[in-house]
Nanobody, 125 residues
Framework: QVQLVESGGGSVQPGESLRLSCVAS????????MGWYRQAPGKERELVAT???????NYADSAKDRFTISRDNAKNTIYLQMNNLRPEDTAVYYC???????????????????WGQGTQVTVSS
């Protein structure tokens, strides 16, 4: 089974930066899309940023111009560089890996995603 392990969270003040890491148990190129999601207390889990197998990136509006998602294929790792953090960024951040569909006898079947255990990010003054 695929495993994802996040790290790099912590407690910072507004305007400071953090870099989150997600180490996969296999090559990150095995996945169609990988990304970062976050969940604040009492709120739904939301998309932060994604990167496709081909290297295309996508960001939530709240992350544009502040966050950068990247990967190191040799280390089986994706990163989330978070700059100019705000209190509303406070949440548990989860790594996600989508293996994409598998095709068998002309039928596409969605394989389940893998989620990491999460890493806490707290931004407060």
């Amino acid at each position: 089974q695929v495993q994802l392990v996040e790290s790099g969270g912590g407690s910072v003040q507004p305007g400071e930066s953090l870099r989150l890491s997600c180490v996969a148990s296999e090559s990150v190129l095995n996945f169609y899309i990988m990304g970062w999601y976050r969940q604040a207390p009492g709120k739904e889990r939301e998309l932060v940023a994604t990167i496709t197998r081909g290297g295309y990136t996508n960001y939530a509006d709240s992350a544009k111009d502040r966050f950068t998602i990247s990967r190191d294929n040799a280390k089986n790792t994706i990163y989330l560089q978070m700059n100019n953090l705000r209190p509303e960024d406070t949440a548990v951040y989860y790594c996600n890996a989508d293996p994409g569909p598998v095709y068998y006898r002309g039928t596409a079947t969605k394989k389940p995603d893998t989620w990491g255990q999460g890493t806490q990010v707290t931004v407060s003054s």
